[in-house]
């Protein structure tokens, strides 16, 4: 399970790799581009690689294909330097133009603190707290070339 975050430039998710409600490791879900987009995905972590290298690699051909498990849901969603967001999921992919924005298990926790103002670091330690499938370190990115 996971929580990403994104909030004023700010992309933040934690490291928790769970199965079945169990930490199994950790894993790094949100990466940037050397152009500045930042990527993140939620899931299975195998789809989490496929999602991440398609666009690590220039998004070159259609996503990979977003699944729904028992215990998961694949999304992935692409943070252009503009502040657009594009989501993708199993049910198809749309633009998302909120002031934040967060996805996985820990979304109400970090939707909650980011409207109350919290950074979307912040929204993520609290996702941390309140969620027992969102664990680990936090790992932050900010939109940018650098």
Known sequence: MTTIAYRDGMLAADTAMCQGGVMM????????RGDGHMVG???DASYNARFSKWFLEGEKGPPPEAKEGPD???RGVIFRRDGSLHVFEPRGDFQCSDEFY?????KE????AMFAGAT???AVRAAIR???HTGGDVTVLRCGVY
Not at 102 to 106: E, T, V
Request: charged fraction near 15%.
């Open 25 to 32: 490791g950790h894993l790094v879900k949100i990466h940037r």
């Open 41 to 43: 995905a939620a899931g």
């Open 72 to 74: 998961w849901l694949d």
């Open 102 to 106: 967060a996805l996985g298990s820990g």
């Open 109 to 112: 926790a970090a939707l909650g």
């Open 120 to 122: 979307a670091e912040n």
């Open 130 to 132: 309140f969620d027992p």
